[in-house]
């Protein structure tokens, strides 16, 4: 279990709640409440998962109010057209500093998941980084990237940064050091909302290093933001037409 209140409400509209949800709780209820059901029963509603994070990430999780609200949500996320941003530390160098990683996944031992190099159904992210001078309250060799994925992909960040030669500090299934926590979170959300605009950023709240001045000063400057950020964007290819009958 986490050693931090499970969640904290961070929006409420009519027709969905963001949370944050915090490290080490389960999206799924497995020894006991998961955080959705935490949620249900700390506010006496019924609500609707649209998308998960992993047990060790924390951050932003939207929850619909309605399954009518949970069937546009999936239907926006379908079409990628809610932008997230996750944010992760590292101590190990990239292969590159910035770029796209795309491939299939599948499963491998031990509940993890590697990237293969075919492109059947892929994953796909792309990733900034940047690196700490003069940062005492960081290891050597830490750095930060802000990930946006173009897909929803079990452990999928987690395993474009192992691909990288970047395992996520904490993150001991992908052979990454141990840290306090596993050092991925759910940074920010952007999307229309029945002609309305939401953008969300939550920096950070758990872990040590997170903390560091920093991290925390590159979040105040140029990752404040990350829709604002100059990053490509990715249309998936379109399947070719089938043989005619």
Known sequence: MSNYESFRLVAEHADFLVIA????????????????VQVEQALGMKL???????????????LARSSEAAAEFTELFSHHHIQ??????????????????????VPARRGAHKLLSSMENPAVSYFISAGFQDAPELPAGCRAFLIKPFTGKTHQIRVALKSMGSAIAGDELYQANPADRVYL???????????????????PEHG?????????????????????????TYQAPKALPGPKQ
């Not at 979170?185 to 920096?203: N, S």
């Open 21 to 36: 949800k915090a490290p080490g709780v389960s999206f799924h209820s497995e020894d006991g409440a998961g955080v959705v």
């Open 48 to 62: 609707y998962p649209v998308h998960r994070l992993d047990k060790v990430t924390s951050g932003l999780l939207i």
């Open 84 to 105: 997230k941003y996750y944010l992760a530390l590292s101590l190990d160098k990239p292969k590159q500093k910035q770029g796209w990683v795309k491939g299939d996944m």
């Open 185 to 203: 979170h759910a940074y920010a959300l952007e999307f229309m909302w029945h002609g309305q605009q939401h953008q969300f950023v939550l920096p």
């Open 208 to 232: 040590s290093w997170f903390q560091a001045a920093a991290v925390q000063a590159l979040l105040n400057s140029p990752w404040a933001c990350p829709w604002l950020l100059d990053l490509p």
